[in-house]
């Protein structure tokens, strides 16, 4: 039988309380006593039961995430800033892929506090009125990475997105291109697919004097499929774009692949900027040229974050910005 805390209590001939502290808050206890307790912990192999360990110290040492998409190459890199972080700390997380599905996001709200968990992490998806209500009735600490919200102040990680986008295009515009397209992300998507957008009408307004943009951009869902049939519709209406702005590195992959089938060559016929800065950029013929959030980074600080939340610190600032910046490769080109 595995052994319990009373065999190691009276192997070690003290009370069940006194293991309990030396497993807790051993600065509290005599040497004398933990030195026997660790003793007979060791003898008998004994290694206590999380959730009874949560029942005296209050905390699981978990942590949930939520994520949009779990098959994204983003999330993938998001989650391993987040478990390693959290791994230095001795947290686990519990991984929760909702499918941008508000029922299942309720859900799965539900099943975290139920499971006790010391905090959770909402990621990329919108953080709406109705989450941000059953989020304050769970009294769990929540915090925000690479997404934002105006339903709630809320701990936030991310970059600054509509700057990004106005970056992207002035890039491009340092390069010599004036007529510059966009595949954006939908617009009703308050985290990337608007504030992209923005950055990228500002920066065309202000550096290039343009205002009438509607038959230079097309819309995706950020994913390849997404890119591939938006540039086959941008292309038919604007052959003459020297350059396009996607709103994901998957996009842009996906407009490179039209191009291809079409016989035009990236950068000699059209420049393709990505962005995010995801794996694939880097293994992509020609390699994508993106905008590179740091994504491993948000992970990291987002659950630096948690925790001091969870240990009752006062956080130095609400949200935090992190620096984007652009990663040069093969897919531009001067002109």
């Not at 939520?66 to 700390?89: C, F, R």
Request: proline content about 4%; aromatic content about 6%; glycine content about 6%.
């Amino acid at each position: 039988m595995r052994p319990t805390i009373k065999d190691v209590a009276k192997l070690s001939g003290v009370s069940i309380s006194t293991v309990s502290r030396v497993m807790n808050t051993p600065d509290i206890v005599s040497e004398e006593k933990r030195k026997r307790v660790e003793e007979a912990i060791r003898e008998l192999g004994y290694s206590p039961n999380a959730l009874a360990r949560g029942l005296i110290s209050k905390q699981t040492h978990t942590v949930g995430v939520l994520i949009p998409d779990i098959s994204n190459n983003y999330a993938s890199e998001l989650v391993k800033g987040l478990e390693d972080a959290g791994h230095q700390t001795g947290i686990s997380l519990i991984i929760c892929n909702t499918d941008r599905d508000p029922e299942r996001m309720v859900h799965y709200l539900e099943i975290l506090k139920q499971k006790q968990v010391d905090g959770i992490v909402f990621t990329s998806e919108y953080f709406s009125e109705e989450y941000a209500r059953i989020a304050a009735k769970h009294r769990v600490p929540l915090v925000l990475a690479a997404t934002h919200t105006t339903a709630a102040e809320l701990p936030t990680v991310k970059i600054n997105d509509e700057e990004a986008g106005f970056d992207a295009v002035q890039y491009l515009v340092k390069k010599g291109h004036r007529e510059i397209g966009m595949i954006s992300g939908p617009k009703d998507d308050l985290v990337a697919g608007l504030p992209r957008y923005l950055g990228y009408e500002r920066a065309c307004r202000e550096l290039l004097g343009q205002t009438d943009l509607e038959e230079r951009v097309d819309y995706g869902d950020f994913r390849y499929e997404g890119g591939y049939t938006a540039m086959q519709r941008l292309y038919h209406r604007q052959p003459d774009l020297t350059a396009v702005f996607c709103a994901s590195d998957e996009m842009a992959l996906g407009a490179i692949t039209f191009l291809h089938e079409r016989g035009l060559r990236v950068p000699d016929d059209i420049s393709i900027l990505g962005f995010d800065n995801t794996k694939i950029a880097k293994i992509s013929l020609p390699k994508l040229t993106t905008v590179a959030q740091p994504i491993y980074q948000i992970g990291r600080e987002a659950m630096k974050k948690l925790n001091r939340l969870t240990a009752g610190e006062e956080l130095i600032e609400l949200t935090t910005y992190l620096r984007h910046r652009i990663i040069e490769r093969d897919s531009v080109k001067s002109i």
